[in-house]
């Protein structure tokens, strides 16, 4: 099964490193909607069936932190949102899982194995059967 | 004397340089005296504001040939000099330099946001200090080319100006 990935951040050469790292942790199998910064991602996330959400905070026109509270007035589903980002003080990182409700939190930079390490627990607590709505319910349904 | 805070905190900045480009590009910096790059030396040029606690102009200095070896490095393909991913890389490299320095002085007290990178292409690199400000740099060698690191303070409200 296939996961609708949202990558979002302001620089495009970052997009690539963290579409590149998620295809070489092999946690899924992804397919990914880019988008340069929160407004642009807000439009994407309105306009296509997303899976899961990977962000960056700093970006201009919308922040990282605006837009997950923007998803989370509109999904119909919680959709997991990963926050990959240079932010690492403890005051951010509260603000990001307690605040805005962002699922993880990765510090830039990272690699592949920074991805398998830190996003193997998210994947493993949302597929777990009836533990969650949406599409990760829906693949652990599939996959018992 | 009271010691400036760039002077008392600069080691968070050599040490936020030597752990991002060893983490992103596997290098390893080693510090080399060089007050100035050459006339017409071709350079990019990154700066980030820090605000908060300290009011630093943070910046990195990287010879052309140095920028398009780091910058393949850390995004993994070769970039073309004038596309508009190599001022994207650069920048996106000093982001992450001075978000390190940032979680390098939380714990020391000094509280800063950092602002979105300004990256520039100039020709030779001089720090010209002005009154009121204070300054440090340093120049490293790498297996890549050489590079500089440094930051400006302005003792009242605001950016250097």
């Known amino acids: 099964m296939e996961i609708q990935a949202l990558v979002v951040d302001d620089s495009g050469i970052m997009r690539k490193l963290v579409i590149r790292s998620l295809l070489e942790s092999k946690l899924a199998q992804f397919m990914f909607t880019e988008a340069k910064d929160g407004a642009d991602a807000l439009e994407a996330f309105k ?8 962000v960056d905070w700093n970006m201009p026109n919308m922040n990282g932190i605006d837009f997950v509270k923007e998803v989370r007035k509109i999904e119909k589903d919680h959709v997991p949102v990963v926050m990959i980002t240079t932010e690492s003080t403890m005051g951010k990182i509260d603000e990001a899982l307690n605040t805005a409700g962002i699922d993880c939190f990765i510090v830039k930079p990272f690699t592949a194995e920074t991805l398998q390490v830190k996003l193997g627990p998210l994947f493993d607590k949302l597929t777990e059967p ?3 709505g949406g599409f990760f319910s829906k693949l652990a349904a599939n996959m018992s | 004397m009271i010691e400036s ?3 008392q905190h600069w080691e968070c900045v050599t040490a936020s340089a030597n752990e991002v480009f060893s983490s992103t590009c596997g290098v390893e910096l080693e510090e080399i005296q060089a007050e100035a790059s050459s006339e017409n030396e071709s350079l990019f040029l990154a700066v980030i504001a820090l605000v908060g606690d300290v009011e630093w102009s943070l910046f990195l200095g990287l010879p052309t040939e140095t920028a398009v070896a780091i910058a393949a490095k850390f995004a993994g393909f070769e970039i073309p000099i004038d596309s508009p991913d190599m001022g994207d890389a650069i920048g996106e490299l000093s982001n992450i330099f001075g978000g390190r320095v940032k979680a390098l002085l939380d714990p020391k007290g000094v509280k800063v946001e950092i602002s979105l990178p300004t990256v520039m292409r100039a020709e030779g ?3 010209l200090t002005q009154r009121e400000t204070e300054s440090c740099k340093t120049c490293y060698q790498t297996p890549l080319g050489k590079m500089w690191i440094g930051v400006a303070s302005g003792k009242h409200a605001g950016l250097m100006t």
């Open chain 2, 5 to 7: 805070a760039v002077l």
């Open chain 2, 125 to 127: 690199l001089h720090m």
């Open chain 1, 130 to 132: 009836k533990k969650s």
């Open chain 1, 47 to 54: 306009s296509n069936p997303i899976d899961m959400i990977f």
